[in-house]
């Protein structure tokens, strides 16, 4: 028997409007048995969501504002809700819990609390509306006493509750503390609900719905509408994700991933768009395309270490990567020379450790020098398709070549699932526009 657990996300239930839709598309399949919602998301450029006016509500309490302020705050969110229950003509009053989270916020139940009403409240509405069960997640799901998120307990508790309700609706982005305090996931954490609940329910297919129609090739503000990827395994996406192309939350990959569950990203404003497939393996590839996808981050700097003979001194390596590790410097990258080795960090966090970086080294490694360069675009061409098609490399180097852009480093991972270039930062959008151009015609 089919299960799917399907997630939406705020701009999917911004309005009354994003309701129908959303109800539509549940009630369109049976199979769509648990559905996880976010709170109420942008109308519009201009709008507020509803998690950040709960947080902004949360703060004037703090700051001890006057009460007209706070309540003038508040009644905002109350409008928001009560506007989606007129609209939707439902027979539901939910006053008594807008008065009761209010009250518990004034007593200061915690910022966390705050920000997870926006789900509560939209997931009890949404619930009313589907006809619906409501599971709390309060009551399925657990973090531990130092704040990480219990997989296991999790999962047992969500298993157990969903066996007895074949249709519920299960807010996304909380769960509970062992002292029954309410703890939030990070930023955009409904994802990592809906993620746990397919994984529960043994989902067939973990739908998550956005305001996309799926995974892009390349950053749609960089490159002119980008095709949309229609299948990524795990591992290309979490390359892609790293650089900076997001859709989905990073964390929401593990419970599905393990479980063997693909995700589908879909569109609530074009349902019948095939969206992205995330999947652990996939068997082919676009053969015309050849890559994935391509994403990159500017902010990188690269520290050159230059010495006669280095490659016969054993142990230079370990030695200056031990500098990076007592100073609690995760490294990018680490193209090496003969007799050159550079590290490839993230300029802000090394910002303050310039000086004692560049001593260290001199001391310790007695190089003939030793510098650093800011101003570093990283960019990752990412494909599984790499591995079996030759040239690929040649493709994203002469595509820079022929757009006049110097390539600063080069790495591929010795996967061939990612060729990364560093270029200077002036460059970037040029050249993402560059290798983008090569391989999608
Ligand atoms: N509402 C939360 C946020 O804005 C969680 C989510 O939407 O996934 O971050």
Known sequence: ???????????????????????????????????VPSAPGKRSKEDTKVTDMLYGCYELIKAREPREVIDAAYDKICERYNGIIKELGLNFDI??????????????????????????????ILAKYLGFAFIDAESVIYFRDNGTFDEEKTNAAVAEELAKNEYAVIPGFYGVMPNGTIKTFS????DITGSIVARAAKATIYENWTDVSGFMMADPRLVNNPCIIQEITYRELRELSYMGATVLHEDAVFPVRGAGIPINIRNTNRPDDEGTWIVSRSNGYDTEK?????????????????????????????????????NDLPFEHLPSGIDTMSVVVSTALIEEKRDKLLQTISRDLRPDSVFIEDGLALIAVVGRGMVKAKGTAARVCDSLANAGI????????????????????????????AIYGEFVH
């Open 406 to 433: 110097n390539i600063r480093m080069i790495d591929q991972g010795s996967s061939e699932l990612n060729i990364v270039v560093g270029v200077d930062e002036g460059e970037y959008e040029d050249s993402i526009r």
């Open 1 to 35: 028997m089919q299960v799917k657990v399907v997630k939406f996300g705020g701009s999917s239930l911004a309005d009354a409007e994003h309701f129908r839709q959303v109800a539509s598309i549940v009630k369109a399949d049976p199979t769509r048995k648990y559905v």
């Open 290 to 326: 050849i890559i994935t996808g391509i994403a990159g981050k500017k902010g990188f700097s690269v520290i050159t270490i230059e010495k006669d003979m280095m490659n016969s001194e054993v142990g230079f390596g370990r030695k200056l990567l031990e500098i990076f590790e007592d």
């Open 95 to 124: 006053s008594g819990e807008l008065e009761y989270v209010k009250n518990a916020m004034l007593h200061s139940s915690g910022r966390d609390y705050a920000a997870s009403r926006g789900e509560y409240l939209n997931g009890l």
């Open 187 to 190: 930023r955009g954490g409904s």
